[in-house]
């Protein structure tokens, strides 16, 4: 076995590494960059080595800044986790030439499972079922619409280097075909380097159905069984289970030997994910599947087929890295009972999932029997807007589904996150939804049943929001109880008449609202359209925050303040309307010039941010009256772009 490991990755992965390194008795050097410098998988590894600023480019996905690092440390061997340089051959022969082990399969592999069409080729002569399309090297667009057209609509057009839904669009007619085109191939030059992309019929009913396999140097594969990862927002899975539901022992076993002969017609060496999509309209038993991909490194959703093999997935790729056999044939692998993993982000199911970023100003994860989270995160620790958005993963386990399901419904009650948005409401509405209970969802349920899940704008809380002001409120009479300013110190026509109602201007997220304030003997009372204030308590928290409070309810945060004289900064000219980014990023693309004129909803720009591109859409048709930015400029959340008028 190896004495030291670098892991080249950071947050959840990273932590997770280190746990079952340190088990096995091996020193653990971690890697960070500017802006990861307190981060938890530092504070957690035995050394810890500068590799960069914060752009990924030039810290976490720089080779020659982690072998610096690996052959500074005496590191014996490296380990990727995931996504970065997890599936990059050049990586793995880099370490290879450095003398340093790489923890993953061999080169070989990795360069045929890394482009989706060199991968498809391999299966077919393997006699692996792939899906109808183009799997070719062409890649002028007309040629690529054509090939569509001859497929019928509805396509798919896919990158065929990386993963994660990047790079992937759905495409239901031929004049949507172009413009779709140019966007995938523009996300997939950004996330992989590879602007290629292939284009295959869409199944209109599929479940996303994969096999975790271990090779060893011998020639020995064995499948771990299957994860159903079908639960999925834009092709980015969002919660996991295993095993499959509804998925017989009859489907199962032609399934595993198919991932089983994937991996042997590569010499696959290792941990890997054979996926596949199934045609389920008519239900698993004997559906027709198909090879969608290979990812040739450890899964994100891999602590599903812990809770159900009991086998550390880590320690067995350090053992097989390390030479040794696996110790085990396909008949030994237990599969015990039922688990459920989801991932817990910071976004906004209100904005169209826009990722979030800034300080955790508190947190609490749940615990008890069957639960297992894996984060990188503590209070107080700041989620980074130059890297993915993932905060931890909650999973669950049980004897059964209905009871792993159970679990994981109560551990999202009591998980408490206060900072940046994240998408804990639209988990705890998942986990109870219908077609989640009885197991009959597939990759298109979540965007059918969007609005029961709390997708899209929804009105305020204005009970909790309310709640917020009497806090304030009540604040702001300590301070003068303390000797401060008394805010209510007015001139607002005092009378021995009953208490009237005092008129008190906030922000809600940003958004202006009103709230009434009285007082009496008992104290101050807030209501806002009607609405009163109640007291915190086992479902309301209140979280002090900057000029302000968090208020948490029910997996959704709002931030409620009182407006001061940086909120009247912006000057707005009547008939004009500003489009501004979302969230921090890079303008990528920007199509308009002064004096343009645009329709409502035509694309003026691209932001790229937190690994995905954001379209930014005109609110209303008009004159472009000012470009406030340029093109490749970095940008603040909420900066002002471009100003359209009449």
Request: aromatic share 6%; glycine share 10%.
């Amino acid at each position: 076995m190896f004495s030291s490991v670098l892991i080249a990755n950071r947050g959840e992965i990273a932590c997770r590494i280190i746990r079952s390194a340190r088990a096995l008795g091996m020193r653990t050097i971690a890697v960070y960059s500017d802006a990861d410098a307190s981060a938890l998988h530092v504070r957690m590894a035995d050394e810890a080595h500068r590799i960069g600023p914060a752009d990924a480019a030039s810290s976490y996905l720089s080779i020659p800044a982690l072998l610096t690092a690996a052959h500074e440390s005496g590191a014996e061997c490296v380990h990727p986790g995931y996504g970065f340089l997890a599936e990059n051959a050049d990586f793995a022969e880099a370490c290879a030439k450095a003398g340093v082990a790489f923890v993953g399969p061999p080169v070989h592999a990795m360069r045929i499972m890394g482009l989706k069409d060199a991968a498809k080729a391999a299966m077919q002569k393997a006699h692996v079922p792939i899906v109808s399309g183009y799997h070719g090297t062409r890649q002028e667009p007309r040629f690529l619409r054509d090939k569509a057209y001859e497929l019928g609509y509805p396509v798919l057009i896919k990158a065929v280097a990386g993963g994660g839904g990047k790079g992937m669009r759905r495409v239901d007619s031929h004049m949507e075909f172009e413009a779709a085109l140019a966007d995938a191939q523009r996300e997939a030059l950004a996330a992989f380097g590879n602007a290629h992309v292939l284009v295959e019929k869409l199944i209109a009913t599929p479940r996303h159905i994969e096999f975790q396999i271990f090779a060893d140097a011998a020639g020995d594969v064995v499948h771990l069984h299957e994860r159903d990862c079908s639960l999925q927002r834009r092709h980015q899975k969002i919660l996991e289970e295993a095993p499959a539901p509804g998925l017989g022992e009859t489907m199962r076993a032609k399934m595993g030997a198919a991932a089983v002969a994937a991996a042997r017609a590569v010499s696959y060496t290792g941990a890997g994910t054979v996926e596949f999509i199934v045609d389920a309209a008519k239900g698993l038993d004997d559906a027709p599947f198909f090879f969608m991909e290979m990812n040739t490194r450890l899964q994100v959703e891999h602590a599903v087929t812990e809770a159900i093999t009991g086998l550390d997935l880590v320690a067995l790729q350090f053992e097989i890295a390390a030479g040794e056999p696996l110790g085990f044939t396909q008949a030994d692998v237990a599969r015990n009972g039922h688990a459920v993993e989801v991932r817990l982000y910071a976004e906004d199911p209100e904005r169209e999932f826009l990722p979030s970023s800034g300080k955790i100003v508190s947190l609490e994860w749940p615990a008890g029997e069957g639960l297992r989270v894996d984060t990188g995160f503590e209070a107080g620790d700041a989620v980074q807007p130059f890297y993915d958005a993932l905060i931890a993963k909650i999973i669950a386990h049980g004897a059964t589904r209905e009871e792993a399901l159970s679990r994981l419904a109560k551990a999202l009650r009591a998980t408490w996150i206060a900072g940046p948005k994240t998408n804990l409401a639209f988990l705890r509405a998942l986990c109870v939804a219908p077609f989640m209970r009885t197991g009959t969802y597939d990759t298109g349920s979540i965007e059918r049943d969007a609005t029961a899940l709390g997708i899209g704008p929804r009105d305020l809380d204005r009970q909790a929001a309310a709640t917020g002001v009497a806090f304030l409120i009540a604040q702001e009479q300590a301070q003068f109880a303390r000797g401060g300013d008394d805010p209510w110190d007015v001139q607002d026509g005092f009378s021995l008449a009953p208490p009237h109602p005092v008129p008190r201007p906030l922000l809600a997220d940003a958004r202006r609202f009103v709230a009434q304030v009285r007082f009496d003997a008992q104290g101050s009372h807030v209501e806002i359209d009607g609405v009163p204030a109640t007291k915190p308590g086992a479902d309301l928290r209140l979280v002090p925050w900057d000029r302000g409070v968090l208020v948490l309810r029910a997996g959704r945060q709002v931030v409620i303040r009182f407006p001061d004289e940086r909120d009247f900064e912006a000057v707005e000219v009547e008939g004009e309307e500003a489009i501004v980014a979302p969230l921090p990023g890079r303008l990528v693309e920007l199509l308009v010039t002064p004096g343009m004129h645009v329709e409502k909803g035509a694309r003026v720009g691209t932001l790229e941010a937190m690994k995905l591109a954001h379209a930014l859409v005109a609110p209303r048709a008009g004159i472009v009256r000012e470009v406030l930015s340029e093109q490749g400029a970095q940008v603040g959340q909420g900066a002002r772009i471009v100003i359209i008028g009449e």
